[in-house]
Nanobody
């Protein structure tokens, strides 16, 4: 049974930083691409960042480029999202997802397993 458990969310002020973590179990972590998505109230879930199985390929939504960094530690079965210079617009429930294959992808349909989410709230 695959489990993805996110942690690291919280309430911060604009300009602060947070690091989200997602611990995975149940499949060989290093075989699969991973992604972070977010969903704000009354909005659709949107892509944030993705990383290939080796970490050689990453991709970001334009609004977070230069502020967020996705990384992974395959020895720890964990993917991270370092978020700097947070803005109120970043407020959302952040989800970790594990892909169907080894590549990085922006598409929701490329992901088969999802965590429960961790809340990030940024005050102005």
């Amino acid at each position: 049974q695959v489990q993805l458990v996110e942690s690291g969310g919280g309430l911060v002020q604009a300009g602060d930083s947070l690091r989200l973590s997602c611990s995975a179990s149940g499949r060989t972590f290093s075989n699969y691409g991973m992604g972070w998505f977010r969903q704000a109230p009354e909005k659709e879930r949107e892509f944030v960042a993705t990383i290939s199985r080796t970490g050689s390929t990453t991709d970001y939504v334009d609004s977070v480029k230069g502020r967020f960094t996705i990384s992974r530690d395959n020895a720890k079965n964990t993917v991270y999202l370092q978020m700097n210079s947070l803005e109120p617009e970043d407020t959302a429930l952040y989800y970790c997802a594990q892909g169907r294959a080894d590549y990085a992808s922006r598409r929701l349909g490329s992901y088969v397993y999802w965590g429960q989410g961790t809340q990030v709230t940024v005050s102005s």
